[in-house]
């Protein structure tokens, strides 16, 4: 993993504590996406749909699929595809999702939230999301925890190899099918996002996901944590480093 944000999903999710501040609507659908900028793709052999918000698309060029794992990253579809037609997010930015391995047989990969929330926060945790790999550079604002998800709202200070983008970022983390999928939201520094969009962006993205797995899926509920006996929930510490 040598990119940032590789480097950034083996930890965590991304959420500011949002308080109790309204985020206007997602603007509804676009037009259809095109070949050179789908809606969502299929990692892993379709074990899990990945799919954002309503005006964002699959950029294939950013985006790496390695077998059973899989790095996608979304941009806004009119400029993926090059077509001001193709619509547009009422919340630009840059979404990205990793895939994780599939756990040893079948086994969901994500352990205890506390045991997750309490890595993350720790200096350790910290500097594997730093991409200096410096615990210092980075500051968790706060975590929340929504539907099996964890959601943590961080600011990296590091050199970015990717300019434009803001250093306060959102992640979110939760198991899907028996795997570690982890989410980004990150706006551009010189439009960065208010912590109410960031939210629901990501809350959508989330929600987008789970629901294009489970139709994948004929209609079946995803396996998730809620589904796992607390032996098969150990190991994610491990895990997280490999």
């Known amino acids: 993993m040598s990119t ?5 999903t083996v930890l965590g999710a991304v959420l500011a ?3 109790c501040v309204d985020a206007p609507a997602l603007r509804g659908p676009t037009p259809a996406a095109t070949r050179s900028a789908p809606e969502t793709i299929a990692v892993a052999g379709g074990a899990v749909v990945v799919g954002g918000p309503p005006g964002y698309c699959i950029d294939r060029g950013a985006s790496r699929l390695r077998g059973d794992t899989g790095f996608v990253l979304l941009g806004s579809c009119a400029s993926i595809a090059r077509d001001v037609a193709a619509g547009a997010p009422l919340v630009p930015g840059i979404l990205t999702a990793s895939v994780g391995a599939a756990s040893v047989a079948g086994q969901p990969a994500l352990t205890d939230l506390d045991q997750l929330e309490a890595l993350i926060t720790s200096p350790g945790g910290r500097a594997t999301l730093a991409r200096d ?3 210092e550079s980075v500051k968790v604002f706060g975590t929340l925890r929504e539907d099996g998800a ?15 983008l803001d ?7 939760f198991d899907l099918q ?20 960031a939210l629901a962006t990501l809350e959508d ?8 797995t489970r139709e994948q899926n004929n209609g079946k509920p995803a396996q998730t944590t809620a589904n796992a006996t607390p032996a098969r929930r150990k190991g994610l510490l491990g895990a997280l480093f490999r």
């Open 205 to 212: 993205f989330t929600a987008r996901i789970h629901r294009e």
């Open 17 to 19: 504590v949002a308080g």
């Open 4 to 8: 940032w944000i590789c480097k950034a």
């Open 167 to 173: 250093q306060t970022y959102w992640r979110g983390l």
């Open 150 to 164: 964890l959601f943590v709202h961080l600011r990296d200070v590091s050199a970015n190899p990717t300019p434009g």
């Open 178 to 197: 028996g795997r570690l999928v982890t989410l980004s939201v990150v706006s551009f520094s010189n439009a960065p996002l208010p912590p109410a969009l």
């Open 133 to 135: 790999g410096r615990a």
